[in-house]
């Protein structure tokens, strides 16, 4: 593969971002980006049109693959038409639907075993009962059901609509631990049969562009992610961005029947099990208002404040949590007094509240088996001075934070080099230049109180 180029493209729900690097080492040689409409639904075309601007760009490659956002509803007509506006992982007007799916299927235990997650209002799945309880003229006309990587793929040059199983895995119709779609479950949401994409092997090479290149199967964000960073086993990756996500590569299936663990599967082979939270950066956002601070400031208040910040602990469920699951939560900010009030205090609760979130997303994942040996921390959360420092005691671990990349777009262009190379294996890519953060403390005492507040506020 020496000389070919590869890209990958990164379609969310904000851009698309396209990496043009080489096959051989991943190096990247050109990058392009382009925004998509703001909102919780989207028509598709907007995604292609985004993509058609780094058309130049792309057809200087010899393979291409898309990671995109998981979850989103692409549903088609018999003549491939687009029904309705895609709805996106972020439209939670599905909620009632998952609640009577999970009821309807044998509750939540029934589900973790059979498709490795609990459906939340997130999932695929869920908006399909949706669009059949409010707009059955749309579920009448609904044959086939793509996520956006799969109609992205598709307009792209796959011979057929396709998919992979890390993307399928996040549908709540596909089963992780089986290989294969459950049957009925699609039927149950829609109320009618639809067909599912295929799902490619990993690696497996799906068509062919207009202008010659190769194009692989592609796959969800997250998978895209853990490619992109060549995690191994022992390897969590906690992201920090609006949301908050835990993930690592693990070797066997996870299915929670508590929900917290989406028990996904990554674009190689292997399983991805994945904890979400509502709230991550933005708790950082909120606490610069109400200091008065600007983020670089934010972050030096912390750290100018001693561990557990004078008795302050802030509970960060700012607008509902999702793990755990209180849709309906507020923040609490706890053990003030007149000699703890302080704008350094109230930097380090939230900076501490943060990280033990997240560590307790890590725990979720360590109970379904993932043994963290290290934490690579990712997102613009982790730009934070702050953040990095406090890291390795609250997760007990080291903490490794990666040079800034496009880390999705990254882990679709190796895909890409995959499907080019046909190999068994994705190409050994270098390691992204990284920083190691150790601490010689523990923050075992700030983890305990924070979970004494976690455990005795509102169950709401």
């Given at each position: 593969?020496t000389?070919?180029?590869?890209?990958?493209?990164?379609?969310?729900?904000?851009?698309?971002?396209?990496?043009l690097?080489?096959?051989?080492?991943?190096?990247?040689?050109?990058?392009?980006?382009?925004?998509?409409?703001?909102?919780?639904?989207?028509?598709?075309?907007?995604?292609?049109?985004?993509?058609?601007?780094?058309?130049?760009l792309?057809?200087?490659?010899?393979?291409?693959?898309?990671?995109?956002q998981?979850?989103?509803?692409?549903?088609?007509?018999?003549?491939?038409?687009?029904?309705r506006?895609?709805?996106?992982w972020?439209?939670?007007?599905?909620?009632?639907?998952?609640?009577?799916?999970?009821?309807?299927?044998?509750?939540?235990?029934?589900?973790?075993e059979?498709?490795?997650?609990?459906?939340?209002?997130?999932?695929?799945?869920?908006?399909?009962?949706?669009?059949?309880?409010?707009?059955?003229?749309?579920?009448?006309?609904?044959e086939?059901?793509?996520?956006?990587?799969?109609?992205?793929?598709?307009?792209?040059?796959?011979?057929?609509?396709?998919?992979?199983?890390?993307?399928?895995?996040?549908t709540?119709?596909?089963?992780?631990?089986?290989?294969?779609?459950?049957?009925?479950?699609l039927?149950?949401?829609?109320?009618?049969?639809?067909?599912?994409?295929?799902?490619?092997?990993?690696?497996?090479?799906?068509?062919?562009t207009?202008?010659g290149?190769?194009?692989?199967?592609?796959?969800?964000?997250?998978?895209?992610?853990a490619?992109?960073?060549?995690l191994?086993?022992g390897?969590?990756?906690?992201s920090?961005?609006?949301?908050?996500?835990?993930?690592?590569?693990?070797d066997?299936?996870?299915?929670?029947?508590?929900?917290l663990?989406?028990?996904?599967?990554?674009?190689?082979?292997?399983?991805?099990?994945l904890?979400?939270?509502?709230?991550?950066?933005?708790?950082?956002?909120?606490?610069?208002?109400?200091?008065?601070?600007?983020?670089d400031?934010?972050?030096?208040l912390?750290?100018?404040?001693?561990p557990?910040a004078?008795?302050?602990?802030?509970?960060?469920?700012?607008?509902?949590?999702?793990?755990?699951?209180?849709?309906?939560?507020?923040?609490?900010?706890?053990?003030?007094?007149?000699?703890?009030?302080?704008?350094?205090?109230?930097?380090?609760?939230?900076?501490?509240?943060?990280?033990?979130?997240?560590?307790?997303?890590v725990d979720?994942?360590?109970?379904?088996?993932?043994?963290p040996?290290?934490t690579?921390?990712?997102?613009?959360?982790?730009?934070?001075?702050?953040?990095?420092?406090?890291?390795?005691?609250?997760?007990?671990?080291?903490?490794?934070?990666?040079?800034?990349?496009?880390?999705?777009a990254?882990?679709?262009?190796?895909?890409?080099?995959?499907?080019?190379a046909?190999?068994?294996?994705?190409?050994?890519?270098?390691?992204?230049?990284?920083?190691?953060?150790?601490?010689?403390?523990?923050?075992?005492e700030?983890?305990?109180r924070?979970?004494?507040l976690?455990?005795?506020?509102?169950?709401?």
């Amino acid at each position: 593969m020496t000389g070919n180029l590869v890209a990958g493209v990164d379609s969310s729900t904000q851009s698309t971002k396209v990496v043009l690097c080489r096959a051989g080492d991943g190096a990247v040689v050109a990058e392009a980006t382009a925004p998509h409409p703001d909102g919780t639904e989207c028509h598709p075309d907007h995604w292609w049109n985004a993509l058609s601007r780094a058309r130049e760009l792309l057809e200087r490659a010899d393979a291409v693959a898309v990671a995109a956002q998981q979850h989103g509803m692409v549903a088609l007509d018999g003549a491939g038409e687009v029904v309705r506006p895609a709805l996106l992982w972020n439209d939670t007007r599905s909620a009632p639907q998952a609640r009577a799916l999970v009821e309807e299927q044998g509750g939540s235990k029934a589900w973790a075993e059979r498709t490795g997650s609990v459906p939340r209002a997130s999932f695929t799945v869920t908006k399909l009962r949706w669009m059949a309880e409010h707009e059955p003229a749309n579920a009448r006309r609904t044959e086939r059901v793509l996520l956006p990587h799969d109609w992205l793929t598709l307009r792209l040059g796959a011979a057929e609509p396709v998919t992979d199983r890390g993307d399928a895995s996040g549908t709540g119709y596909w089963s992780p631990a089986a290989g294969g779609y459950v049957p009925g479950l699609l039927r149950a949401a829609l109320g009618r049969d639809a067909e599912p994409p295929r799902v490619a092997a990993p690696g497996e090479r799906v068509g062919e562009t207009s202008w010659g290149a190769a194009l692989g199967a592609g796959t969800g964000d997250n998978m895209g992610a853990a490619l992109g960073l060549g995690l191994r086993p022992g390897d969590v990756v906690v992201s920090i961005g609006t949301s908050g996500t835990a993930f690592a590569v693990a070797d066997e299936p996870a299915a929670d029947p508590s929900g917290l663990v989406a028990g996904f599967a990554d674009a190689t082979g292997r399983f991805l099990p994945l904890v979400a939270t509502l709230n991550a950066a933005r708790i950082l956002t909120a606490a610069a208002s109400i200091t008065g601070a600007a983020l670089d400031e934010l972050s030096a208040l912390a750290l100018a404040a001693a561990p557990g910040a004078g008795g302050v602990t802030l509970l960060p469920y700012l607008d509902g949590e999702r793990t755990p699951d209180r849709p309906d939560a507020t923040g609490v900010l706890a053990g003030l007094t007149t000699a703890n009030a302080t704008r350094e205090n109230v930097a380090r609760a939230a900076v501490e509240a943060l990280l033990c979130s997240l560590a307790d997303a890590v725990d979720h994942l360590a109970a379904q088996g993932v043994r963290p040996r290290r934490t690579l921390l990712i997102g613009g959360g982790a730009r934070s001075r702050a953040v990095r420092t406090l890291a390795p005691a609250i997760f007990g671990t080291p903490v490794v934070v990666p040079e800034p990349a496009e880390y999705v777009a990254l882990g679709a262009a190796r895909q890409a080099a995959w499907a080019l190379a046909g190999t068994p294996e994705p190409p050994a890519w270098p390691a992204p230049p990284a920083t190691e953060h150790t601490s010689e403390h523990t923050g075992q005492e700030v983890r305990e109180r924070y979970a004494a507040l976690r455990d005795s506020a509102p169950q709401i």
